[in-house]
C-alpha cells in the first residue's frame, strides 16, 4: 500500500510518498500564508508524486478519545475539531491540511495519526496533575505528551538495532526546536517530559518548558502583564532564544566556543534539563537500558550528546567519541563496555505513520 503521508504545521505543509517498502519515492513541502494552504498549488505537487493508495495525516492532538489512529470519516473529523482549545496552535492547521487533501484526492481513504496516542499508555501517577479534582474532571485536564510519533519510532528502532531484550527500558531524547523525552518501557510509554501542552518540560528553541506556576501568576497579578503577552513569550521568546537571542542550536555552540557567555549559559540550561530530565524518564523506568537521541539537534549536534552523556555515567551512559562524531545514519555511539546503550537514529514519523495507515485500514477488510 503507498501512503501519502502529511504534515500541516502553521508555516508548511510537508508531503511524503511512502512506498511498499518503506522508501520514499516522493516528498514536496508547500508554504501555508497566514495560516491558508494554496489548494491549486497542493494539486499541482500531487500530480508530480505517485498516485497513493491512501492517506495519513499527522493531526497533535487526540484528546483522551484518540488514542489509536483512526479512520476519518465525518464523526472523527468533528470530534478532533472539538479538540482544537487544547491544541489552538496546531489543530486547525491539521483540519485545513484534511480538508485540503480530501479535496485534491476525493474518495482516497484517510487515517489520522496522533501524536498524543503513544502516551495514552501513561499510568495515572504520570499522567495526573495534583489539582482540585473539579478542574481535572470538567476541563480534562491531564498530562497528554506529545511527539509520540517520534517516539514511538524511535523505540521501536531501537528495538530492531539492539533486540528486544537488550532495549526494554528506553528513554528516548526528541530534540528539534521542540524536545521532549519519553520513557519507554517493553514499547509502551511510561512517562513524558511535555504535558497538558506542549509547553512543558525540557528548554526547547523559542520555549520555556517548566516553569514555576507561580511566576506566571506574579506576572500577570504584579508586573502588569496580560495572559497573552506570558503566553506569547513563554512559547516564542524563550528557551535558547530568551537565553541567548537564537534558537538555533548551531548557532548557540559556535558562539560558545568563541566564547560567548550568553551562548554559554544557554546552553548550560540546555543541558542541564536535558540531563536532570533523562534520569528522571530513568527513574520512571526502574533504570535504563538504551538512550535514544532522535530529531534535528539529537541527529546533528554531537557535542550536545558527548555533554549530555557525561553527565549520565552515574546510569551508565557513555560514548564514545569516534563514532558519536562520526555518525551519518542510525547508529550505536556507546563506548566500549557501556551498560547503556546510546543510539542516534533519524526522526521517521512518515514511516509510524504510514504504519498506522496500513494497521486501521488492514483491519478494516477483515
Not at 487526540?62 to 478532533?80: K, N
Not at 506576572?219 to 503577552?229: E, R, V
Amino acid at each position: 500500500m503507498r501512503v501519502l503521508v502529511v504534515n500541516t504545521g502553521s508555516s508548511s505543509v510537508k508531503l511524503s510518498v511512502v512506498a511498499d517498502d518503506d522508501t520514499v519515492a516522493d516528498r514536496a513541502e508547500l508554504p501555508v500564508e497566514g495560516g491558508v494552504l494554496d489548494r491549486d498549488g497542493l494539486r499541482d505537487a500531487l500530480r508530480g508524486m505517485p498516485a497513493p493508495d491512501a492517506v495519513g495525516h499527522r493531526v497533535v492532538h487526540g484528546g483522551a478519545a484518540f488514542t489509536a489512529p483512526v479512520r476519518l470519516d465525518a464523526d472523527a473529523r468533528r470530534r478532533i475539531a472539538d479538540l482544537a482549545d487544547l491544541a489552538p496552535l496546531h489543530q486547525p492547521s491539521s483540519l485545513a491540511g484534511i480538508a485540503a487533501i480530501d479535496d485534491a484526492l476525493p474518495g482516497v481513504p484517510a487515517v489520522a495519526c496522533f501524536d498524543t496516542a503513544f502516551h495514552a499508555s501513561l499510568p495515572e501517577e504520570a499522567a495526573t496533575y495534583p489539582i482540585p479534582e473539579a478542574w481535572r474532571r470538567t476541563y480534562g485536564i491531564r498530562r497528554y505528551g506529545f511527539h509520540g510519533l517520534s517516539h514511538a519510532y524511535a523505540s521501536r528502532r531501537a528495538a530492531g538495532l539492539l533486540g528486544r531484550d537488550r532495549a526494554r527500558r528506553v528513554v528516548t531524547a526528541h530534540l528539534g526546536a521542540g524536545a521532549s523525552l519519553a520513557a519507554v518501557l517493553d514499547g509502551r510509554s511510561v512517562d513524558t517530559t511535555m504535558g497538558f501542552t506542549p509547553l512543558e518540560g525540557l528548554a526547547m528553541a523559542t520555549r520555556s518548558g517548566s516553569v514555576d506556576p507561580g511566576l506566571v501568576l506574579w506576572l500577570t497579578g504584579h508586573a502588569g502583564l496580560s495572559g497573552d503577552d506570558v503566553s506569547d513569550a513563554l512559547e516564542h521568546g524563550s528557551g535558547l532564544v530568551g537565553l541567548a537571542g537564537t534558537g538555533d542550536m548551531r548557532e548557540v555552540l559556535a558562539r560558545d566556543d568563541r566564547g560567548d557567555a550568553d551562548a554559554a549559559l544557554a546552553l548550560g540550561v540546555y543541558l542541564h534539563r536535558l540531563r536532570a530530565g533523562i534520569a528522571g524518564m530513568a527513574a520512571a523506568l526502574d533504570g535504563l537500558d538504551a538512550l535514544v537521541f532522535t530529531g534535528g539537534v539529537g541527529e546533528n549536534a554531537p557535542r550536545v550528546r558527548a555533554a549530555c552523556a557525561a553527565g549520565l555515567g552515574f546510569l551508565g551512559v557513555a560514548v564514545d567519541r569516534a563514532a558519536n562524531d562520526a555518525v551519518t545514519e542510525d547508529a550505536d555511539v556507546s563506548a566500549a563496555g557501556a551498560a547503556v546503550a546510546t543510539l542516534v537514529v533519524a526522526a521517521r514519523e512518515d514511516l509510524e505513520i504510514a504504519a498506522g495507515v496500513r494497521t486501521v485500514l488492514a483491519s478494516a477488510h477483515t
